[in-house]
């Protein structure tokens, strides 16, 4: 059954964004974003997200991941919302990136490209996406990407 209620957007990320250009930016689109958004930040090592309470997705961003178009991506953020699904977890590891258990129990590996961005600006990069994506889900001209 086809659900208009928004996922809650919930992106956890190792390391300490601060006060940086990069953090400006999250915090940009952060108040942009129609969706319910959490930010939760780990240490770079240890550390632990409380398990959701509802259904959820897990992505991970990558080196492994596939590259999608905006498009695509809002896609599968619509189609999970309609399938009632209540949290998609972005996930952005520490230097080493994900462990192969972790990226085996991911729902997507999700990367932006083969060129290696550092850890903040890819925060960054998530949060225009996310924004992106809910912008073409509502039909809102910001995406003009045809």
Not at 116 to 145: D, F, K, V
Request: net charge positive.
């Amino acid at each position: 059954m086809a659900s208009d209620k928004p996922i809650l957007l919930h992106v956890i990320a190792r390391g300490k964004i601060a006060r940086t250009p990069e953090a400006e930016l999250v915090a940009r689109y952060e108040k942009r974003l129609s969706w319910p958004v959490k930010l939760t930040e780990l240490p770079e090592t240890g550390g632990k997200v409380p398990d959701p309470q509802t259904p959820f997705k897990t992505v991970l961003l990558d080196e492994r991941g596939k590259t999608v178009t905006s498009k695509a991506f809002a896609q599968t953020l619509g189609r999970w919302r309609d399938d009632g699904v209540r949290e998609a977890r972005f996930v952005l590891g520490a230097a080493d990136g994900h462990s192969p258990t972790e990226r085996d129990s991911a729902d997507l590996l999700l990367t932006f490209g083969s060129s290696t961005w550092p850890h903040l600006l890819a925060r960054a990069m998530l949060m225009e996406q996310l924004y992106r994506a809910t912008t073409i889900l509502a039909g809102h001209p910001y995406h003009r990407a045809g």
